[in-house]
């Protein structure tokens, strides 16, 4: 079964904080994907992996292939990183799954606070 | 570059109607992708597709459908609507075939309720 799970489900962080949020799936995955996401909905793509890591900015992002668990690392945090941060991950076509392959976390809740 | 546009972005719709949801990817993105957002579920892939062609559907009722056009506009339309249905609807676009292989690039998504 094709399942993504994300934790925490909410995040505190003071200002300055390395904060980290992880992100597991229970199977081979073809690429997984970070998302931002803002109040009032609009999406940002942050990376797109499917093995080793990414960095951009004061944004890290690992994962682990054989552990099946990624992990979105922000250094430095800032009150703008307040944010949903949702991981998504599309599972490689098998024959006893022919239809959808892309599935979402439930997403982490972050506040930052100054 | 233009970003992902979808109209309209908000809607209120009564129960039994039908609704027809529109989005236009960047220019030069040949596919695009719907997504469900509810406080309930979450995010949930609808469609995907690539040169008008759908090529993987989530697992949602025959009540919702797409379709994509030539200029790789896409369009998503939900039949008899239910109140389960009120949602952010999201569409993405991305240069590659497959969705989830490439960076996607979402819209501002329209915002359905359903009365």
């Known amino acids: 079964k094709n ?20 992100c597991s799936y229970s199977v081979g995955i073809s690429a997984l994907h ?20 990414k960095k951009h900015g004061r944004l890290i992002a690992t ?32 024959p006893s799954n022919t239809g959808n392959q892309f599935y979402f976390g439930t997403g982490t809740s972050l506040t930052v606070i100054p | 570059k233009a970003g992902v546009t979808q109209t309209p972005r908000y809607l209120i719709k009564t129960r039994g109607q039908q609704v027809t949801l529109s989005c236009s990817p960047i220019s030069g993105h040949r596919s695009v ?11 949930q892939f609808l469609f995907e597709y690539f040169s008008e062609t759908q090529r993987n559907k989530g697992n949602f009722p025959g009540r919702f459908s797409g379709r994509q056009f030539s200029n790789s506009r896409s369009e998503m339309n939900v039949s008899t609507l239910e109140l389960g249905d009120s949602a952010l609807y999201l569409c993405a676009s991305s240069q590659g075939q497959w969705l989830g292989y490439n960076e996607q690039f979402f819209g501002p998504g329209t915002r359905l309720t359903v009365l």
């Open chain 1, 3 to 22: 399942e993504v799970e994300q934790s925490p489900q909410n995040l505190t962080a003071q200002e300055g904080e390395f904060i980290t949020i992880n």
């Open chain 2, 33 to 43: 992708s719907w997504y469900q957002q509810t406080p309930g579920q979450g995010l």
């Open chain 1, 34 to 53: 970070w998302l931002q996401q803002h109040p009032g909905g609009g999406i940002v793509s942050l990376f797109m992996l499917s093995s080793g890591k």
């Open chain 1, 63 to 94: 994962i682990n292939i054989q552990e099946k668990h990624s992990s979105l690392h922000i250094t430095a945090s800032h009150p703008r990183d307040s944010a949903v941060y949702i991981c998504a991950v599309r599972f490689p076509l098998t």
